[in-house]
Each structure stands twice: as structure tokens, then as C-alpha cells.
């Protein structure tokens, strides 16, 4: 199919429908304009949790296919979303980027830097928008402190935190998100979202990489073919930028008992941002006012017709990536964006095995 669709309604094609695809589904379900036509998934009890999925929320029951191949040469979709497992992405962006149809990928890009810097070889003269799912931006209350980033509220940035604290990873399909190999690692797998606000709210390249981390509680009593999970469960990290920003995470994945699972806040010369998730508080205060005299807003989002996983976020940006199918507009979110973000998980990956700080051009040369 060419990049342009051939009628007001957009035709979709969902690679991938398990925990994360039939999410895609779900929000696109919702969206004006969207039409999830055919879904493809090796494993048929997926296809039949999305069949039923489809028939829940009301839409016309798609087709489906057992390999992703099928479903391109069906010419049946104008726009792809690939919700397959993390080691897939490569092969299947390899395919999908010849078909010539648009796509959004999710996140990470891919499980290695390598992997990244071929899909974007591949992408270089594709006709349609290619997007990666790093829907955190999207998230209202961080997207509002975003917003207030850059409209100077805080001055010129010289901090950057994040925390999450949350349950352990979820169950999927033969449980391939317990081992690095299939999923890059928790640092990618995971934080690529983090490490991609982080650049976003710095303005400059990460020069060093500095963690800590380790597999304390979780999944220590499972094995799978006699092989025990490897997926760190805590880490910090510190991101150093070339602007002399500093950007710090801090995740734990044994911390359910927290009241919300995502803290993030930018400090500037001028004053101070915080975003809060689920409770959607951002926090706004200024030095030249004095200790303890913040503002207070909950950011809400009325576009967003289906919440989802992720506060509205899924849905936010599907709106973004619908309207630049629709316009030949440019992807909010690109291949570069990716690929820096999965390059950071990498280099803190590395860091906590070798015990040592990681130059980020040792990871990301050029």
C-alpha cells in the first residue's frame, strides 16, 4: 500500500495482539477515523483473546493471520502497529518497512543499538510517517510538565529525576520478558521510556552513564527450561549531559505499596516542576516566592476517549500519529528518538555488569 490512505477512514493492521496489542486495539477501537482490520499473531490463543476483544468493544471482527507476512500481503491495512515481543521488532520492521506502509512501532525500537541503526537504514526512503511508541510523552500530567519546561517556567534545566516504584513485570506469552536477551534488559525494556524523557527535557546529547542495579526479589523461584530468570528488578541510574544537565533514575519493581508509581520533576535555575502518576498532580514552584509556596493542578486531557494502561496516553498519541497519516505530516516521536533511548538503556546495562562508568559514544558511536 502507498503512505496515503485511500478513504476518510484509516485501515489498521495490529502485528502482535497480546497484552499490548489488544491495547492498540482497544484505543483504536475508540478513535474516530480508525479501523482495525486485521491483526497477526503467531500464537492462537492471542488471535482469539483479540477476536474476542474485537466483538467486546463492538468493532467489526478483523482479519487475522498467522504471520505478520500474510497480513502485508493481504494490501489490506494503510497504517501497521507492531506490539510483537521486543526481539521480534527487527525482523518484522524489516518486512513491514518494505510494504511501504505507515507505522508505529512499539516501544523499545529494538533490543540492541545495532538492530536500531538498520531499521533506520531501511527507513531512510520509506514513504509513509514511522513512529516509535514511547507514549510517556503523551501522559497529561507529563506532558504538562513538559509544556511548562519549555515555556522557561523553571529557567535553564540543570536537573532531572525520575522515579518509578512499581509491581513486578507482568505475565506474557511463554513469559518472554523474564530474560535480557529477549528484552534488552530491564533498563531498556522498561526505562527507555524514562531515558527518553530525560533527553527530551535536557535539550543536549548524554555524554556518561553512570548505575547500579542488581535482581534482588523477583522471579528468583521461577524457571523456564531449567533456566532461571536474568531481568534486573532495581537500579539507579545517573544520565550526565553535555549541557552539564544531569538526569537521575530510580526504579524499584518490588514497590506496589507506593501511592503513585511514577515521580518526575525539572529543576532550573528559576523554580522547580513535578509530575505525579495515577493521582495526574503537577506540582509548580518558583524560587523568588519562597519555600513551600507551590501551585497545584491535576492535568487532564479531555480528547482521550479510552484511558487504557497508560492515563490516556496510548490514545493521546494515536491521535498524533492518525493526524500525520491523514496530513504527510512528520513522526512526533522517531526512529533517532528510539534509538537514543534504547542506546542509554544499553549503556546502564552495561554499567551495572562491568562496574564502571559507560562513555555513551562507546555505545552509540558517531
Not at 69 to 86: F, Q, Y
Not at 270 to 286: D, H, I, Q, Y
Not at 308 to 317: A, D, I, P, T
Request: hydrophobic share 45%; charged share 20%; aromatic share 6%.
Amino acid at each position: 500500500m502507498g503512505p496515503s490512505p485511500s478513504s476518510d477512514t484509516v485501515r489498521y493492521g495490529i502485528v502482535g495482539v497480546g497484552m499490548m496489542g489488544r491495547e492498540h486495539l482497544r484505543n483504536l477501537a475508540a478513535m474516530p477515523g480508525a479501523a482495525v482490520v486485521a491483526v497477526s499473531d503467531p500464537h492462537p490463543p492471542s488471535l482469539a483473546s483479540a477476536l474476542d476483544e474485537a466483538a467486546r468493544v463492538g468493532i467489526p471482527a478483523p482479519a487475522t493471520f498467522g504471520d505478520h507476512r500474510a497480513l502485508l500481503a493481504s494490501g489490506s491495512c494503510d497504517a501497521v502497529v507492531v506490539a510483537s515481543p521486543n526481539m521480534t521488532h527487527a525482523a518484522v520492521l524489516a518486512d513491514v518497512l518494505a510494504d511501504g506502509v505507515h507505522v508505529l512501532v512499539e516501544k523499545p525500537l529494538c533490543t540492541t543499538v545495532e538492530d536500531c541503526r538498520t531499521v533506520i537504514d531501511r527507513a531512510r526512503d520509506h514513504p509513509g510517517v514511522v513512529w516509535v511508541g514511547l507514549e510517556y510523552r503523551y501522559m497529561p500530567p507529563v506532558a504538562a510538565l513538559i509544556r511548562s519546561v519549555e515555556s522557561g517556567a523553571v529557567g535553564n534545566v540543570h536537573m532531572v529525576a525520575v522515579r518509578e516504584h512499581r509491581f513486578p513485570f507482568l505475565e506474557k506469552v511463554g513469559n518472554w520478558n523474564r530474560f535480557n536477551r529477549n528484552t534488552g534488559g530491564t533498563l531498556v525494556e522498561k526505562c527507555c521510556h524514562f531515558f527518553d524523557l530525560m533527553t527530551l527535557l535536557a535539550g543536549a546529547r548524554p555524554e556518561r552513564v553512570l548505575a547500579s542495579g542488581a535482581q534482588s526479589v523477583n522471579h528468583l523461584d521461577e524457571s523456564y527450561g531449567g533456566e532461571r530468570p536474568d531481568i534486573l528488578d532495581n537500579a539507579l541510574v545517573i544520565v550526565e549531559y553535555d549541557n552539564g544537565v544531569r538526569a537521575s533514575l530510580d526504579l524499584c519493581m518490588f514497590a506496589e505499596g507506593s501511592r503513585n508509581q511514577e515521580e518526575l520533576s525539572v529543576v532550573g535555575d528559576l523554580g522547580k516542576v513535578e509530575a505525579f502518576l495515577p493521582s495526574g498532580l503537577v506540582r509548580t514552584g518558583r524560587r523568588d516566592r519562597g519555600p513551600w509556596e507551590v501551585t497545584e493542578d491535576v492535568a487532564l486531557d479531555g480528547r482521550v476517549a479510552h484511558e487504557g494502561f497508560h492515563h490516556g496516553s496510548s490514545y493521546l498519541e494515536h491521535l498524533a500519529f492518525l493526524d500525520a497519516v491523514r496530513t504527510g505530516g512528520k513522526a512526533q516521536v522517531s526512529l533517532e528518538d528510539g534509538l537514543l533511548s534504547v542506546a542509554l538503556g544499553v549503556a546502564a546495562q552495561t554499567a551495572i555488569v562491568d562496574g564502571r562508568v559507560v562513555d555513551v559514544a562507546e555505545v552509540l558511536p558517531g
